[in-house]
């Protein structure tokens, strides 16, 4: 069973628009990710948690809110959804922070598309 | 600044073997981690490396030089399913990682 899942997988969204995507994961994991990923290039951070009601910023968190109501799941929030941020959106999840057990495991990916 | 460099795209043929190169420079080092990424699908971990010299895993081989800021993925016997983008990532001294934008491996028969 997939231990990362989100969702949706897809979504057409106008600008302007509020946008939710949920993560859910089982691998009783203390970190999690948003990762965002653009056509041709690497991911890059958006924002992380290693606890439960703490989000953190990553590298590029502006028109982005994060919320983590539980160990289980994360959530990545565009309030006022733009053009730009179209992309696919994955999260992970890692038992820790750095060294050998900083191995992280990615949900499917959700294709986010901005009109 | 700080950066992770990785040629775009690579080609080899069946039953050979295939280099993926990546270099950085960074604010320190914590570890590399490489990732094989299929179209369409997520990443998925291969290779974690912290010390110097290869590590053989089988089918995949990883070697670092932090000395020189490289290290390679090496792929062996290759098959057509290996086809996929590799993905090299770095933990800087504050631990922060640092991906590359990955190399599409494109393998003919």
């Known amino acids: 069973e997939a231990a990362v899942t989100q969702s949706p997988r897809s979504k057409v969204a106008v600008t302007g628009g509020k946008v939710t995507l949920s993560c859910h994961q089982t691998n009783n994991h203390d970190y999690m990710y948003w990762y965002r990923q653009d056509t041709g290039h690497g991911l890059r951070l958006i924002h992380y948690?290693?606890?439960?009601?703490?989000?953190e910023k990553g590298d590029i968190p502006d028109g982005y809110k994060a919320s983590r109501p539980s160990q289980e799941n994360f959530s990545l929030i565009l309030e006022l959804a733009s053009l730009s941020q179209t992309a696919v959106y994955f999260c992970a999840s890692s038992d820790a922070w750095g060294g050998n057990q900083d191995t992280q495991y990615f949900g499917p990916g959700t294709r986010l598309l901005v009109l | 600044g700080q950066g992770v460099e990785q040629p775009a795209k690579l080609m080899s043929v069946e039953g050979t073997f295939a280099r993926v190169n990546c270099t950085y420079s960074?604010?320190?080092?914590?570890?590399l981690s490489w990732y094989q990424q299929r179209e369409g699908q997520a990443p998925v971990f291969l290779s974690y490396v912290v010390l110097d010299g290869l590590k053989d895993s089988g089918h995949f081989s990883t070697f670092l030089s932090r000395s020189n800021g490289y290290s390679y993925l090496l792929l062996t016997e290759l098959q057509i399913k290996d086809s996929a983008s590799y993905l090299c990532a770095v933990r800087d001294s504050n631990y922060q990682l640092i991906w590359g934008s990955g190399t599409k491996l494109i393998i003919k028969p």
């Open positions: 948690s290693y606890v439960a009601d703490s989000t």
């Open positions: 960074t604010s320190g080092f914590n570890g």
